[in-house]
């Protein structure tokens, strides 16, 4: 029985031997750590992503001199500059240095794809090691068959898939740890608008889609959100759509309640000159940072936000974010599903803008979501701003109502809150 064991696990060490010398068979490794190194170079909002999941094993003699330099500036906060790191390791690394400055080979796009391999490449070189050690004690008869297999599966694990692990909790943890949350008063994230946070209490990871049709004023809702929230949060407004100059517009004219067209064609009294200096000095502690992200993918705004360490994030709007599909359903699932991922697994909370597909003026519903079936499903929350009067053109700019329709909601009761819009300083109030 005990040879037996050792015969049939030798025979999957052998079959796996296959596996690993076949991975990524035909990649150039040389010019996957050149790629690796220029984009370190080249775009520092990848710095994290890069970072975080190499170090100088997984890179191969001068470029591993060369990419544990970048990395010890960037642990000390310093910038990574060519000529400071020549400096550091030395006038012979100059011509190398120089050519990942100016590298015509780089592709920034697929710097996921080029950490993945370099990842694998080290497991499987360590794997082939370890499989080879094995080999040989087994030959030797130097191990049980339960040795061989633990040994085995230690091996095997090098290729464990990250989505394949999950957290698993029996009766007795789940309510120990219950218990021990309920000693201390959970404290949710606050919008500001008090009828909004007692209804959806708002936590880390939490997944919100806030749709409305255009000139729905969503994005003025989210403005105002995000300043009320990074008074004690770290909070990231992209914007796919708008530029950063146009977003603090809506800050300073909502903040210092100035009506926007002053501040569009620079039309200020006195007055107004001193509630915009009054505002940007109470702001000046504020932990907003708002990013012009027109062509960002999902993985470029979660490695931003997590290298800012941001708390929560607004995104504006969803179906903006480039990604590959067939098709618009196809891609806002695909964004849908890793910006859920992403809150989850980082424990950050995002608030993503959507547009609504249908022009009447009905009260829309949750299926009214663009491309709407997977953001309903992935959604801790859908927010859903609704403009009532019927004939909206007639509607005093200064003076609007809103309704803000809770469509989903995990924590609670689903219904609406009456809100007042006032257009001209960009301000939402209930």
Same mark, same amino acid.
């Given at each position: 029985m005990q040879q037996q064991k050792k015969l049939k696990t030798r025979g999957l060490i052998n079959k796996n031997l296959k596996v690993y010398t076949g991975i990524y068979r035909g990649y150039n490794m040389d010019e996957i750590q050149k790629n690796i190194l220029s984009i370190i170079l080249m775009y520092p909002e990848k710095h994290y992503l890069i970072f975080d999941g190499?170090?100088?094993?997984?890179?191969?003699n001068t470029y591993r001199t060369i990419y544990e330099e970048c990395q010890r500036l960037y642990n000390l906060d310093k910038t990574i500059d060519p000529t400071i790191i020549v400096s550091n390791i030395g006038q012979e690394y100059f011509q190398t240095v120089l050519n990942l400055s100016d590298a015509p080979f780089m592709t920034q796009g697929k710097t996921e794809e080029y950490i993945k391999i370099l990842q694998d490449e080290y497991n499987k070189k360590y794997a082939l090691f370890e499989t080879k050690n094995l080999l040989l004690d087994i030959e030797q008869d130097k191990l049980s068959g339960e040795e061989i297999q633990t040994k085995y599966l230690e091996i095997s694990k090098l290729f464990n898939k990250e989505e394949y692990k999950v957290k698993s909790v029996d009766m007795l943890q789940g309510f120990t740890e219950l218990l021990e949350d309920l000693e201390t008063k959970k404290e949710y994230y606050k919008t500001?608008?008090?009828?909004?946070d007692n209804h959806v209490l708002i936590d880390k990871g939490d997944f919100i889609i806030v749709g409305g049709k255009p000139s729905s004023g969503k994005t003025a809702f989210s403005v105002n959100a995000a300043v009320n929230l990074s008074a004690k949060y770290r909070v990231n407004f992209f914007s796919l759509e708008?530029?950063? &100059?146009?977003?603090?517009? /809506?800050?300073?004219?909502?903040?210092? &309640?100035?009506?926007?067209? /002053?501040i569009l064609h620079s039309n200020l009294f006195e007055a107004d000159y001193s509630k915009l200096l009054n505002i940007a000095s109470e702001y000046n502690d504020y932990k907003l940072k708002v990013i012009e992200a027109s062509g960002k993918t999902v993985e470029e705004i979660s490695s931003i936000a997590l290298q800012d360490k941001a708390d929560i994030i607004f995104i504006d709007y969803l179906q903006l974010i480039r990604e590959k599909g067939t098709s618009s359903f196809e891609r806002v699932s695909e964004i849908s599903k890793k910006l859920h991922t992403f809150a989850q697994q980082e424990k950050v909370t995002v608030f993503a803008l959507s547009q609504l597909k249908r022009s009447d003026n009905k009260e829309p519903t949750m299926s009214d979501l663009r491309e709407s079936g997977q953001l309903e499903q992935d959604a801790d929350a859908v927010l859903i701003l609704h403009n009532p009067n019927t004939n909206p053109e007639n509607e005093d700019l200064d003076n609007q109502e809103r309704m803000l329709l809770i469509a989903k909601n995990k924590t609670g009761q689903v219904g609406r809150i009456k809100y007042k819009f006032y257009g001209g300083t960009q301000l939402f109030s209930e």
């Open positions: 190499l170090n100088g094993k997984h890179f191969t500001g608008f008090s009828k909004l708008t530029s950063t &100059r146009k977003i603090f517009q /809506k800050i300073a004219a909502s903040g210092a &309640r100035i009506n926007i067209g /002053k």
